[in-house]
């Protein structure tokens, strides 16, 4: 898990969210891509599964990851960033579920959940932009960020691929008015089935024509072709 940021001007950013039903015992798993800057939705994919993994407090990976990665594998667009409605390295063991798929897809991401999981903060201020050092034994392992006046902060951790100030820059550049950033909040909606019909079409101009999957895989092998 790499703490270096490389992103730099991310062209689609995706978030990711996972819905469980406990009376029927199934979960969704969803995957929404923004275009930046704009932030407009260009594709949408939701998977439906079993949860085999019980819910166990810190081994959400574990539980929720394969339904994620299976709807990301469904995409026809490569997302340059990710926002993950869950912990990166704010996590007992400095590895929750957005680091996880960070590893998995190689791709920069930011832990961007809604309650705290480790450590101590202060109380950031009230402007949206203020933020305040989430604490574990010594360590910064993430920021308490206020997106919105008026609103709890959100808990951003760096996931992969990225360090915690350019996490925090794009949280808030993809926060439109809304406690949780855009990202995660429309996929929020999607992983329940409360988003609009129009969400499943992807924009011609995006110009992508393999398959998401298939562009990871190809990028790996040819990483160890150079290597």
């Not at 390295?89 to 309650?115: D, E, Q, V, W, Y």
């Amino acid at each position: 898990m790499s703490r270096s940021s490389e992103v730099t001007a991310p062209h689609f950013i995706a978030g990711v969210d996972i819905s469980v039903s406990k009376a029927q015992g199934v979960a969704t798993g969803a995957v929404i891509v923004l275009e930046y800057p704009e932030l407009r939705l260009v594709e949408t994919k939701v998977v439906n599964g079993k949860l085999d993994f019980p819910y166990i407090p810190g081994l959400l990976s574990f539980r929720e990851s394969p339904l994620t990665l299976a709807a990301c594998e469904r995409l026809t667009i490569t997302p340059d960033l990710i926002l993950v409605d869950g912990q990166g390295i704010a996590h007992p063991r400095r590895m929750g579920l957005a680091s996880h798929l960070g590893l998995f897809l190689n791709i920069p991401t930011i832990g961007c959940a809604k309650s705290l999981l480790c450590g101590r903060h202060e109380v950031p201020g009230e402007k949206p932009g203020s933020y305040a050092e989430v604490m574990d034994e010594g360590e910064t392992i993430g920021v308490a960020l206020r997106t919105k006046l008026g609103t709890k902060p959100v808990y951003v951790s760096i996931g992969h691929k990225i360090d915690l100030q350019t996490a925090i820059y794009w949280v808030l550049e993809c926060s439109r008015g809304y406690r949780i950033p855009e990202p995660t909040r429309l996929a929020h909606l999607a992983a329940g089935g409360n988003l609009e019909p129009e969400r499943d079409a992807v924009t011609p101009e995006a110009g992508y024509q393999a398959s998401f999957l298939a562009r990871r895989i190809m990028g790996r092998a040819d990483a160890r072709v150079k290597g």
